[in-house]
């Protein structure tokens, strides 16, 4: 639902909320917030709640101090886990300066420039998710282990698959808040996990990525247990990966998927550093189904792009990504190189081959791609460009 300012005012008032999160991402996406009070948030509309930025990774500048979150009212969700008397609400926010201008640096800005772009070109783009975790116990002391919950395989059931309620009240609390899960499973690794969302529009796909990692890790905690999105968590395992569906298509209704993917490919070495942002992401390509080069295919759904056509509905899953990403940056860069592609009318390469060419070996590797790249300068301004090659 979508709510005005005044609306929200109101919505605190009737639901007795007593504390109101504003979240943001830093570079990295990684979620952050401060809480206010109801009799600050009017305040927040207007003016914005200033936040220290010394200490975020992006934010940090020696000529600036201080920013401003000013929360957008269509984000507002109950915290479900929270009680119900003074309960939490939270919404994400927009970053400015202390001049009341936009912060180039905040990657949700980013990504509605990259959207704002696609408008005028005349072209819609929408994403859906599919995320893998693993469950972990907590030893006695409450500290992480990497002992499995279960060691069920893929799409198992109970009782080896010991996840199932876990998933179901990740499912239950990710739809009370107003996002929409698709379907859910056990995957392959032992205490491994998948959640897939249905294609969304991008800004609210980020939002829903961002609150999906928030809430997995939430219930987990609430069970006991540790969730690890990270590429490896164990060694001799399967990764996790973030597979992305992409959709693109014209005002006319007419499918541009075909012209995204060639342009996403493309453009796929100039931006995997910030698909896959980990030293240890770089061990999970070319492991069980995660690709490690630069290619496409219609049949294999263990290349790097997997195209496929249901119902005269095209869909392009790219499937490199992995969880550490930031989903703001993701998909503003996807929508750039798919606009790449489309307003060039580029081709597909022959599948199965793309001139035998790798997905980076190394984060060094990644990184002097990025550095190289044009189009990552043309697209990112210095301070994200600086978090990510340093």
């Known amino acids: 639902m979508r709510y005005t300012p005044d609306e929200v005012m109101q919505f605190i008032e009737e639901e007795d909320a007593k504390f109101i999160r504003l979240a943001f991402c830093d570079a990295y996406g990684v979620q952050k917030n401060v809480s206010i009070m109801p009799g600050e948030l009017m305040k927040a509309f207007e003016e914005g709640i200033s936040i220290g930025s010394g200490e975020i990774a992006g934010f940090s500048n020696g000529d600036r101090e201080r920013l401003y979150l000013i929360p957008d009212p269509s984000t507002l969700a109950i915290l479900p886990w929270r009680p119900d008397s003074g309960r939490v609400v939270r919404m994400f926010c927009d970053v400015f300066t202390p001049d009341g201008k936009p912060f180039e640096g905040d990657t949700r800005r980013i990504l509605r420039e990259a959207v704002k772009r696609a408008d005028e070109a005349g072209v819609e783009f929408r994403f859906g998710s599919a995320s893998e975790f693993y469950l972990f116990r907590k030893d006695e002391a409450g500290n992480p282990t990497k ?36 379907r859910s499973h056990h995957e392959r690794g032992p205490g491994q996990n998948e959640i897939d969302f249905h294609f969304g529009k991008p800004l609210k796909a980020a939002d829903q990525m961002t609150t999906f990692k928030m809430v997995v890790q939430t219930v987990a905690d609430r069970n006991g247990l540790i969730a690890d999105f990270s590429p490896v968590p164990l060694p001799d395992a399967p990764g996790n990966g973030y597979h992305i569906n992409i959709y693109a298509v014209d005002r006319e209704g007419n499918d541009l998927c075909r012209y995204a993917a060639a342009g996403i490919i493309d453009k796929i070495r100039d931006m995997t550093l910030f698909l ?14 995660a690709p490690d080069r630069v290619n496409w295919s219609s049949t294999d759904g263990s290349e790097m792009v997997h ?84």
């Open 147 to 182: 002992i499995p919950y279960d060691q069920a395989g893929y799409m198992d059931i109970a009782p080896l698959d010991r996840g199932e309620n876990i998933r179901r009240e990740i499912c239950l609390t990710i739809e009370q808040m107003g996002l929409t899960p698709e």
């Open 307 to 390: 195209i496929s056509t249901h119902h005269d509905k095209t869909r392009v899953d790219l499937r490199s990504p992995d969880a550490l990403s930031n989903p703001y940056l993701v998909y503003a860069l996807l929508i750039h190189a798919g606009l790449h592609g489309i307003e060039g009318k580029l081709e597909l390469p022959k599948e199965m081959d793309a001139g035998g060419m790798l997905l980076p070996q190394s984060r060094r590797e990644a990184m002097q791609a990025t550095a190289e790249s044009d189009f990552i300068k043309t697209l990112l301004p210095e301070e994200i460009r600086k978090c990510y090659l340093s």
């Open 276 to 289: 896959n942002p980990a030293d240890g992401s770089y061990a999970r390509f070319g492991t069980g189904t």
